[in-house]
């Protein structure tokens, strides 16, 4: 109990205490709790951008990040790609003309445009 909440001999305050209670303020237990959070939450950003292990100092990391958001071009072009793809070897099928390798192509490409659009 922080605040010294816990305290048995009745103190104001830590100097007076003799019971052992907690006067560490409710605050620092807030913001430990806050900063381990902020903490979890670079290490999963880290994890997402490819930086796991954390050997990106932060500058770096930022910067990584930013290359990242350019890439949304590329992501686009791979998008259209795959949708492209998807079309052609949907015509193929039509006409009957799909063996086992291009259905699996078929089904790689409309995976892949799918998780692109969802991760738009
Ligand atoms: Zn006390």
Request: glycine share 8%; net charge negative.
């Amino acid at each position: 109990m922080a605040d010294g909440k816990g305290c048995k001999c009745a103190a104001y305050d830590e100097s007076e205490c003799g019971c052992d209670a907690d006067w560490t303020p409710q605050e620092v237990y807030d913001l430990r709790e806050s900063n381990a959070r902020l903490l979890g939450l670079i290490a999963d950003i880290r994890a997402a951008v490819g930086d796991p292990t954390g050997k990106l100092m932060q500058d770096e990391l930022v910067e990584h990040c930013k290359q990242l958001r350019l890439n949304d071009d590329q992501r686009e072009a791979i998008l259209a790609g795959a949708v492209h793809l998807e079309r052609e070897l949907y015509a193929l099928a039509r006409k009957g003309d799909l063996g086992g390798e291009r259905r699996e192509l078929y089904t790689h490409a409309i995976t892949l445009r799918d998780l692109l659009a969802k991760h738009k």
